[in-house]
DNA sequence: CAGAGAAAAATTTGATCATATCCTGATGGC
DNA sequence: GCCATCAGGATATGATCAAATTTTTCTCTG
């Protein structure tokens, strides 16, 4: 979470070194987040051991945290897998960042500098460009980077903690769904919440955010729905 | 989380073998809950080992599970310690509680049986006991699993997850109140929350229970201000 | 005799421990 | 005041044990 500066002449020495089981968290999060783990698939800790050419213990240690977080499940039987959300979850999912995220927009406008705007306004320059080149990997990884930046211009480390952890449950059904409808015809609602940002108008920023939480949402709820009618 | 029947003919044999590092976790989990680890207080792998009579890993594991729920906090050195909460963090813990408790009663009282309300009641009438004894603890364990079962019965996994991991950041502290005031002078609120739900009043309910998250917090957070005065 | 079903062996996977290695912060000499 | 050394503690490995699943085999019936 927070750099130690180093004593180190050179400007930037962010790796003083990661410990082996932080590296591993970093690297199965990014699985769950971005759906590289498919919604019911089993997950062994060996198999990761492979995968990840990592040793036992920090693969372990991981996974402990990730199950803790809610990404991962544990069935009874001390086997792991990729938590099946059905249409209930869904909507816990979506009352929980519809009130979370807007809150947190709100408090993030308030206290964002120019260069953070800046860096939001980035951001979203390169989720477009991901969507014209129909980057499915690259859309996924920007859109969770635009709103954990809104989390973290909030200065609320709890309630971002929380919001974070959403998105690792509804990682993999969010990328079943862009498998299913493409890159394209995905509005894009964030520029309304720049716009609102950029102007100071906190209230805005949370209407527009909310917008956009319902309507992703909508969207996993949907092909959910799809999935269970076909399956 | 699930009890997977028996064939053995007595009629409860829920623990056919927990695994070590899920009991300590449990251990750990009460220790921080009920505040036998003060705010603030370092921990280390090995007193745990020795405290509890348990190898390295099966602790190391609930820690990492413990860390991951915010219960603890890994501080860059890689010392672990209890949180201390400052005022924007009880806060944040204020505004989550205030809008997910109340709304867990409403979902609650939409499904509770009168069994469960028995149930309910039974706890309710413990706590009493136990402030009218001046016994602490008892009052801290029935309080919390008092909300506890509401979650349960709010039939929303998610959202009670996140609600019940609220708990853990505020418990050493919420322990640090009772220590300041006594169990006297908690005025029970408790008992408006239960009327509403036996009315299958799902607004009063939420509104009761609001009052009680409000009040407990507050008095978190003034008790959070003397400490600071103080020291 | 073929096949369903149950017992049993085998394999896969998870849990734990003892131990070795590495960090971090502190102590003491220069 | 600075660097070397040291102790306490955290991290990681590999081996070992236990549980669960899968496969195999055997038996009994139609």
């Not at 991901?130 to 709103?147: C, K, S, T, V």
């Not at 971002?160 to 409808?181: E, H, K, N, T």
């Not at 906190?202 to 956009?212: W, Y």
């Amino acid at each position: 979470m927070q750099e130690t500066a180093r004593k180190t002449g050179s400007a930037a020495a962010p790796l003083p070194r990661l410990p082996a089981h932080e590296t591993i968290y970093r690297q199965l999060r990014a699985l769950v987040l971005f759906g590289d783990l498919a919604p019911g698939q089993a997950v062994t800790i060996q198999g990761l051991c492979e995968r990840l050419d990592a040793g036992m213990t920090p693969v372990r240690e991981a996974l402990r945290r990730l199950i803790a977080e809610g990404a991962l499940e544990l069935q009874g039987n001390r086997r792991v897998s990729v938590p099946l959300l059905d249409a209930g979850h869904v909507g816990e999912l979506m009352f929980a960042r519809q009130w979370l995220d807007p809150h947190l927009a709100e408090r993030a406008t308030a206290r964002a500098t120019t260069a953070d705007l800046d860096g939001l306004t980035a951001i979203d320059a390169d989720l477009d460009r991901a969507i014209q080149q129909g980057d499915m990997r690259g859309y996924l990884e920007r859109n969770y980077r635009f709103h954990r930046t809104i989390y973290d211009l909030a200065d609320a480390p709890i309630l971002a903690d929380v919001a974070d952890g959403l998105w690792l449950r509804f990682g993999p059904s969010l990328r079943v769904v862009c498998g299913r409808i493409g890159t394209l015809g995905l509005p894009d609602r964030h520029k309304d919440l720049l716009d609102a940002m950029r102007a100071g108008n906190g209230k805005a920023a949370a209407e527009a955010i909310r917008a956009d939480v319902v309507q992703g949402m909508e969207q996993v709820r949907q092909s959910l729905a799809q999935s269970a009618r076909a399956g």
